[in-house]
């Protein structure tokens, strides 16, 4: 049996804060990431491209985390919506303080037409969890972004052989696993990433082309991230935090990883002409809008 959606209900269930005030906290790790995966060198600019938006869809909004950074950066008067299969609940909750803005229960997999068209639909982080990722896609370009909208998504990158051996090794073996239990070998997990980090060494290494390793200078903890395992460690987060993060990433069943030709053939069977693509070692960042007839 597929454990996707038990494996995000228990997550944001038991971490309905995870990353929050971090997402929001200006000059934080992982806001800088969203923002400069997706071409926004500055919270300004971000706010200069949302300047003009005004219907806004988080699509897989998770804890809403992403969906309040979106609020906080439109105009006043825009309109944001999240949706979500299992964690609605905990969005509308965490978002309550705000205005303009809504949580919704949705499956990517379905028509969602009923929530209208959006001049910015931002989906990452999302549609390699789902049983169908490029359907999700096809979905919401049809059913929900404008003619002149713009759709952002990210999905994981194909990675290094030992890598997606490990992870994959790994996540067949505690798939079957309760939250408790899982947590529990990711607290594992998550000790031997902050012992790493806390030795903060740096390492020159050379190329090694069968193991898609990249030569260059690495800090000891992200070598082993980039090309052996996910050991995720964040001084930004504390160590709970920290585990949920690997949790995420090893206990769901449904975890697609990409070329970025694969992706740039979904925007253009979507008939979308490409506005930016970004690839680093995690994952695959496009954007794209409607072409021209």
């Known amino acids: 049996m597929n454990n996707t959606k038990t494996s995000f209900k228990d997550k944001w269930e038991n971490n309905q804060d995870l990353a929050f005030t971090e997402t929001l906290r200006a000059g934080s790790e992982v806001q800088t990431w969203i923002l400069n995966r997706n071409g926004w060198k500055s919270v300004e600019e971000f706010r200069q491209f949302l300047s003009d938006k005004n219907t806004i869809l988080d699509a897989g909004c998770g804890n809403g985390r992403v969906t309040a950074l979106l609020r906080e950066n439109a105009k006043p008067e825009a309109q944001v919506t999240g949706i979500d299969l299992v964690a609605y609940e905990v969005a509308g909750n965490n978002l309550k303080a705000y205005n303009n803005i809504a949580a919704h229960q949705a499956d990517l997999l379905e028509d969602n037409s009923r929530f209208g068209k959006f001049d910015f639909i931002y989906c990452q982080e999302v549609l390699h969890h789902t049983n169908n990722p490029e359907l999700g896609f096809k979905n919401l370009v049809t059913n929900n972004l404008a003619a002149n909208g713009i759709i952002a998504i990210y999905v994981y990158k194909k990675k290094a052989p030992v890598r997606e051996f490990v992870d994959d090794?790994?996540?067949?073996?505690?798939?079957?696993?309760?939250?408790?239990?899982?947590?529990?070998?990711?607290?594992?997990?998550?000790?031997?990433?902050?012992?790493?980090?806390?030795?903060?060494?740096?390492?020159?290494?050379?190329?090694?082309?069968?193991?898609?390793?990249?030569?260059?200078?690495?800090?000891?903890?992200?070598?082993?991230?980039?090309?052996?395992?996910?050991?995720?460690?964040?001084?930004?987060?504390?160590?709970?935090?920290?585990?949920?993060?690997?949790?995420?990433?090893y206990h769901p069943q449904n975890c697609e990883r990409y070329d970025v030709e694969e992706i740039r053939t979904w925007f253009s069977n979507n008939g979308?002409?490409?506005?930016?693509?970004?690839?680093?070692?995690?994952?695959?960042?496009m954007q794209g809008t409607p072409k021209k007839s």
């Open 272 to 285: 979308l002409e490409i506005t930016h693509e970004f690839v680093d070692h995690y994952g695959i960042t």
């Open 169 to 249: 090794y790994i996540r067949d073996a505690i798939k079957g696993m309760s939250y408790e239990e899982a947590i529990k070998k990711c607290d594992q997990i998550t000790e031997l990433g902050k012992m790493l980090s806390d030795l903060n060494i740096k390492i020159k290494v050379p190329q090694v082309d069968v193991l898609k390793i990249e030569a260059g200078e690495y800090d000891l903890q992200r070598f082993i991230y980039h090309y052996f395992m996910k050991c995720f460690w964040s001084n930004d987060f504390s160590f709970p935090a920290n585990s949920a993060i690997n949790y995420d990433w």
